[in-house]
């Protein structure tokens, strides 16, 4: 994720700023701050430090997965409260008061408690559809926010006051000024370890999560999982943050925990701009600083007291969301011109391991008797077919033939009512379409599939998924440029291979719906596949193109592969495929040559129609 | 603009995103008459009906009974007495058939025009399977009854204007043959139609006027029974080249 | 714990119970037709019941200034985005006209001396039109964007309204008069007649709204919304026109709600979430699409908070909220394959 979101900043433009300028002057401002500014305004920007921590895993969760929580804060609640009850109880039994005896035992026990209480609350929700995860977190958010006051030895509503000051080598950090630095080290600790995350192969899973979970699992993501690990991730932020609370103001009650606070989290992802690891600052300081702000005047102008200014920001919200929803990062973001850093491309990185190619003429997939019943309508009626290694099998057939359904079955997108799918010997019918692509099978879509925002090198690279295995926390902490550099080298390969070199760095969605339909073949390329299932590849090329497009086809054909494809265009279809079959209501109506085909009156009945 | 035309487009162009989908497309209906757009999958036929009923922002201009439409809004297109039946039939799955046939005529009920019953009853007297099955669920009615349904419903609004985006998709022959019968029967009722369909030679058969789209752009326009004999029209369809067109024709 | 106090609890969990009941339908319709998760469904609810207590108390209400203020906002939003000169006539008519033409009669009114059923039909007149108008103003500008957004968008309107309230009504809680100060006798059990009340108006609401969606046009054209909104759409019902029904009737069932629970506790400016929050679980039960199952659900929610009230009252609302983590375990197990998030 880049801090520009300028598309088609010219690379190199004199008039643009070196990213690691702007960096470098906004750290050395940032840490130059305390010894200028008022202590007023130092407590201010440890708050929006402390919020800009909870932000930004929400940025991460929403903004980028496209899940979202509206309890955050209660998970901020779970690392103060652990840290205050633990360092403040007496009579401890001996190994809880071990834990209890510095704070940073402590920040380590409230991130465990809150990876398990995640792990749980993910589990439950995050396999429903979308909305089901911000009402859990939020009647979540409640309870816990009651229990805290509820609890005899939490304090009850009066809290618990007395926690000890954080020592760092020794020295204690007991004002503002001092923990200031404190609260920004873990702030950026956490953008840069976000931001590399999501710049590395575990974070293209993570951005494929909002409108392509379909496209990712074919490539082989679990998108399961990595849901749970943004989940996890957010969550725990906000412990950390609750656990800087805790030491900063070293006393804790309810209040800042409940889902009001939780709501505010969230507001301040989405008013910064929820896609972008900057916009989390963004939202917080303007949220921090508006509230500061409005709490001082609202009362004035409407002659009571009370939180008035839920009603600003509310209406705020309503604003941003209808007029700008991607926050107000971008607007900022345009005023600073700060050129795009533009990935590189290692050639000598070592090539990624290739499985071995099965031998010329194996049979790789085989559909036995295939019916898929939908209620009453069968769509597809004891179809089979089978496709070797080294050939080209087209499946055609008019519009409505149940050619797309036929291919769901073989892909692992749906699962037959009765019959079999075999790829390479063993059965794969009902399993996930993950798993098949583990295999060796890889797809494309018939309505494009990809990530419009991101590059056609990283759409690419998605496709090599299951061929690296480096996990979260290396990426994070930038562990895995070795085996980054291999996948974008491999994604690079197979880019030039289909013909996009000029397009590489140029974002997916910005190319013509042709050029959209190659990429998608070099991204099934890029898993190393054996079997290549193409659903309308030629549909919207141009002339040229297809021609291309074949040429492509039949040197992985003469390279052992093996491919299916769907296709509405006969000059396409008859001039390149090996074999045919021809598919009306559901059923096959003949298989042959494509000179046969062409001559089959069957064929001509269902393709211009009788009366 | 002649007075005898129901719909006039001019200029038609939708763009999915930066793809044109759809360009500079211009077509007529006259009352009373059956138009048929035809031409291969992903010419664009769907994407011009759903742009002339307003489903699409579109650019161009789009004329219908009389008065030019700036930005067809469906609501707005319904009223004035343009259906749409679409490719998907879009049906009411979970309510019965005479529910789904009733809401046929939500729009003409709000603005006074109380006579649903009659124009249910001719419905039935076209389609008897849907009065036999009238309280049965349409979500499990088979593909033909689903079509019969859609199409009766699209008339329950007492249609000027009776657009058909393939309605012979997916339908054994048999029916195909009835649903074109239908087509026929509504003209003589005076309803105009224009008519979406890969089926080529039926919608020949059927309508006065054809256009053939290829690629986002009318690429044929003539009278349907001189379109029915032209080799380019069949070329476009199969891609096989002059050899097979003698087997065509036949 | 003996059977007198199991029938007593038992009856307070039943009268709440329905209330959520009601509450659960509400947010089950408007979900079904709008995708909105309706969070604000509680506002109504305490708006509804400050409006009447005030009027109780013979004060000029001021929701009347509320909607006055929703009417201006609608109708500049109207005039932004007008497509004809009928329908910002309608516009002015019904956003500006309307709620002026209430506040002078109310202004003419001598409060304090109304019957109870001109309070009943003046606070829904005060409240209910604030549905439509919220639909207008917040949601229909946005209509197609992810159930997300839409749910982000509710929850910052619930948090206006929630400062709103506190703004008009002050902090301090009320209470209104029982619809009815009978009591029955049944056995050993009191029975009290604002319990009946509550119950027969639920059951008549529940009755009137599926006759509504069974019988009329308009609750027909409702629910083809909810199943599919494109061939709705092909049928000119407009999901404008779908959701600002739905938000009216969803206001409606908030007021009455509201009516109904206010003399049995004391309802405070922000007492809305809470209780709406309950229907939720309820409804979440329902898995937002079954109306029996939620109105089942709303029961057994009533049940389990007036019960654990008895056994451990400082922690009913955590009982009740933690429901809902067995509930989204069952249906999640219970749902598989991978599907795309509109």
Redesign the interface.
């Given at each position: 994720m880049n801090a520009n979101t300028q598309t088609r900043a010219a690379p190199g433009a004199p008039s643009r700023l070196s990213p690691k300028l702007v960096l470098g002057v906004f750290l050395v401002l940032l840490a130059a701050a305390p010894l200028v500014l008022p202590e007023f305004y130092v407590t201010l920007l440890n708050y929006v430090g402390l919020s800009a921590l909870v932000a930004l895993g929400l940025v991460l969760l929403?903004g980028v997965g496209?899940?979202?929580s509206?309890g955050q804060a209660a998970f901020v609640g779970l690392g103060g409260y652990t840290t205050a009850w633990l360092t403040t109880a007496q009579d401890l039994p001996g190994w809880l008061a071990f834990i209890g005896s510095s704070p940073w035992f402590t920040l380590v026990a409230g991130l465990v408690i809150t990876a398990t209480v995640a792990v749980i609350?993910g589990?439950?929700?995050?396999?429903?559809?979308?909305?089901?995860l911000?009402?859990?977190t939020?009647?979540?958010g409640?309870?816990l926010y009651?229990?805290f006051g509820?609890m005899e030895f939490l304090g009850g509503h009066g809290g618990l006051s007395g926690i000890p000051p954080v020592s760092l080598f020794g020295y204690e950090l007991v004002n503002n000024g001092q923990f200031y630095y404190l609260v920004w080290c873990f702030v950026l600790a956490a953008l840069f370890t976000t931001r590399n995350l999501l710049d590395s192969r575990e974070g293209r899973a993570i951005r494929a999560l909002?409108?392509g979970?379909?496209m990712a699992?074919s490539m082989g993501v679990d998108?399961?999982r990595a849901r749970m690990v943004i989940f996890v991730i957010a969550a725990l932020h906000a412990c950390a943050a609750g656990w800087l609370y805790a030491h900063l103001q070293r006393f804790v009650n309810p209040t800042p925990f409940g889902l009001?606070i939780g709501?505010e989290y969230?507001?301040m992802a989405?008013v910064g701009g929820a896609g972008q690891v900057w916009g989390a600052l963004v939202g917080a300081g303007v949220i921090t600083v508006l509230k500061q702000w409005l709490q001082d005047i609202l009362p004035k102008v409407?002659g009571?007291a009370?939180?008035?200014?839920?009603?600003i920001?509310?209406?705020?919200?309503?604003i941003v969301?209808?007029r700008a929803?991607d926050g107000l990062w971008p607007l900022i973001a345009g005023l600073v011109p700060v050129r795009e850093a533009q990935k590189t491309i290692d050639p000598a990185a070592t090539p990624l391991v290739k499985k071995p190619q099965p031998p010329m003429g194996e049979t790789i997939l085989e559909a036995k008797d295939v019916t898929r019943k939908f209620?009453?309508?069968v769509a597809n009626n004891n179809m089979s077919l089978s496709v070797k290694a080294g050939e080209i099998l087209a499946l055609i057939g008019?519009?409505?033939?149940g050619k797309s359904t036929m291919f769901n079955q073989l892909s692992g997108v749906d699962t037959p009512t009765s019959g079999d799918v075999l790829f390479r010997g063993k059965s794969v019918a009902g399993h996930?379409?993950r798993e098949i692509a583990g295999l060796g099978m890889s797809r494309t879509f018939q309505h494009v599939r990809l990530l419009p925002k991101m590059t056609v090198l990283e759409n690419v690279a998605i496709g090599a998924h299951r061929r690296g295995s480096k996990g979260v926390l290396p990426a994070a902490w930038r562990l895995d440029r070795d085996e980054e550099a291999r996948l974008l080298r491999e994604a690079a390969v197979q880019v030039e291979r289909v013909g996009l070199k000029d397009f590489m760095f140029a974002e997916a969605?910005?190319l013509?719906?042709g050029q959209q339909r190659i990429l998608e073949i070099a991204r099934a390329l890029c898993s190393d596949p054996c079997l290549l299932l193409l659903d309308?590849p030629a549909?919207?090329l141009r002339l040229k193109e297809k021609q291309a497009l074949a040429e492509l086809l039949r040197r992985l054909k003469s390279e052992g592969m093996a491919v299916l494809i769907v296709e509405?265009?006969?000059?396409?279809v008859?001039s390149l495929v090996d074999r045919v079959v021809v598919m009306e209501?559901g059923e096959k109506i003949a298989e042959g040559l494509p000179a046969e085909i062409?001559?089959n009156p069957a064929v001509?009945e269902a393709?211009?129609?009788?009366? | 603009m002649s007075n005898n035309n129901v719909l006039e487009v001019k200029n038609l162009s939708v763009a999915y995103g930066k793809v044109e989908a759809v360009s500079g497309v211009s077509l007529a209906v006259g009352e009373g008459k059956i138009v048929t757009v035809i031409g291969p999958n992903g010419a664009g036929k769907t994407t011009t009906l759903s742009a002339i009923m307003g489903l699409l922002p579109s650019r161009g201009e789009v004329a219908f009974d009389g008065s030019i439409e700036q930005v067809p809004e469906v609501e707005r297109m319904v009223v004035r007495g343009m259906n749409l039946v679409p490719e998907k039939r879009e049906l009411f799955g979970s309510m019965s058939i005479e529910d789904n046939l009733l809401l046929g005529a939500f729009q003409r009920h709000r603005s006074g025009k109380r006579d649903h019953l009659e124009t249910m009853e001719e419905v039935y007297t076209l389609f008897p399977r849907l009065k036999e099955r009238r309280l049965q669920q349409a979500g499990t009615m088979s593909g033909g009854e689903r079509q019969m349904l859609a199409v009766g419903r699209a008339l329950m609004a007492r249609p000027k204007l009776l657009m058909l985006d393939e309605p012979s998709l997916g339908l054994a022959p048999l029916i195909v043959r009835e649903i074109f019968r239908i087509i026929a029967e509504l003209r003589r009722r005076g309803v105009s139609i224009l008519l979406v369909e890969q089926n080529a030679r039926a919608a020949l058969q059927v309508a006065d006027y054809a256009y053939v789209l290829e690629n986002g752009g009318i690429k044929m326009h003539g009278e349907a029974s001189t379109l029915r004999d032209d080799p380019r029209v069949i070329e476009s369809y199969l891609g096989l080249g002059s050899k097979h067109q003698e087997l065509l024709s036949t | 714990m003996d059977a007198e106090i199991i029938a007593m609890l038992g009856q307070d969990g039943v009268t709440n119970g329905a209330i959520y009941a009601l509450l659960a339908l509400a947010l089950v319709l408007v979900f079904a037709v709008t995708r909105v998760i309706f969070i604000p469904q509680g506002e109504f609810l305490a708006w509804g019941a400050l409006t009447m207590a005030a009027l109780e108390s013979g004060h000029f209400p001021a929701t009347v200034w509320l909607l006055v203020g929703c009417g201006v906002l609608t109708l500049a939003v109207d005039g932004f985005s007008a497509t004809g000169r009928r329908s910002i006539g309608r516009s002015l008519l019904w956003n500006l006209a309307y709620p002026l033409a209430l506040a002078g009669l109310l202004w003419g009114l001598s409060l304090a001396e109304l019957p109870t059923a001109a309070r009943v039909l003046i606070a829904l007149a005060i409240v209910v039109p604030m549905g439509p108008m919220l639909y207008r103003v917040a949601f229909q500008p946005v209509a197609e964007a992810p159930v997300l957004v839409l749910l982000i968008i509710s929850v910052a309107v619930h948090l206006a309204m929630v400062g709103l309230g506190l703004l008009i009504f002050g902090p301090e809680g009320s209470r209104t008069q029982p619809f009815s100060e009978a009591q029955f006798e049944l056995g050993s059990l009191m029975i009290g007649g604002h319990t009946l009340v509550v119950l027969a108006a639920s059951v008549v609401l529940i009755v009137a709204l599926y006759l509504f969606f069974d019988r009329t046009l308009y609750g027909k054209a409702l629910r083809a919304t909810a199943i599919n909104r494109n061939g709705a759409r092909l049928m000119g019902i407009s999901p404008a026109l779908a959701g600002r029904l739905t938000f009216f009737l969803a206001a409606v069932i908030g007021v009455l709600s509201g009516l109904l629970v206010a003399p049995i506790t004391t309802i405070y400016y922000d007492s809305g979430f809470l209780i709406g929050l309950k229907g939720f679980v309820a409804a979440i039960i329902g898995g937002l699409a079954s109306y029996p199952l939620a109105a089942g659900g709303a029961i057994l929610v009533g049940l389990l908070e007036s019960f654990s009230s008895f056994w451990a009252s400082a922690f009913k609302d955590v009982i009740v909220f933690t429901l809902i983590i067995p509930v989204l375990m069952w249906r999640s197990l219970t749902s598989h394959h991978v599907e795309e998030e509109e």
């Open positions: 929403t496209g899940l979202t509206f609350l589990s439950v929700t995050l396999k429903l559809s979308g909305h089901f911000p009402l859990g939020m009647a979540w409640i309870s009651f229990l509820n909002k409108g979970m379909v699992e998108t399961s009001h709501i969230l507001f989405v409407f009571s009370g939180n008035f200014e839920v009603i920001f509310g209406v705020m919200m309503v969301l209808q929803r209620g009453g309508l008019p519009n409505g033939a996930s379409s969605g910005s013509a719906l309308e549909a919207g509405h265009d006969m000059d396409f008859m209501f062409q001559s001509l393709y211009l129609g009788g009366v | - | -």
